[in-house]
């Protein structure tokens, strides 16, 4: 599976950003795709995820309430918009794919696939 991540920017404290996630190669229908971010000098930090048949979604509580996590399997795109940004959201943003859902704590370690990362910055 190819990941490819794009629509990061600057944007102001305040303002929405839609990242978007476009897939390649093999089919989704098991997967679990989402969303892990990583501020200079932190380590990758998971922000929401969504299992790709039927919907079921996570998000970090750190963003629940503002991001929201979606798909559109047509178009095996995967989206994440983000409302009310605040400074600590400016990361380096990252979609990611595992091959099955998992019923444990997501992290970085636990995924299959990666693509490049998309840096979003908000200016305070």
């Known amino acids: 599976v190819q990941l490819q991540a794009y629509g990061g920017g600057l944007v102001q404290a305040g303002d929405s950003l839609r990242l978007s996630c476009t897939a390649s190669?093999?089919?989704?229908?098991?997967?679990?795709m989402g969303w892990f971010r990583q501020a200079p000098g932190k380590e990758h930090e998971f922000v929401a995820m969504i299992k790709w048949s039927g919907g079921s979604s996570l998000h970090a509580g750190s963003v629940k309430g503002r991001f929201t996590i979606s798909k559109d399997s047509a178009k095996k795109t995967l989206y994440l918009q983000m409302n009310s940004l605040k400074a600590e959201d400016t990361a380096v943003y990252y979609c990611a794919a595992r091959t099955a859902w998992y019923a444990g704590s997501w992290s970085a370690g636990i995924m299959d696939y990666w693509g490049k990362g998309t840096l979003v910055t908000v200016s305070s």
């Open positions: 190669g093999r089919t989704l229908s098991n997967y679990a």
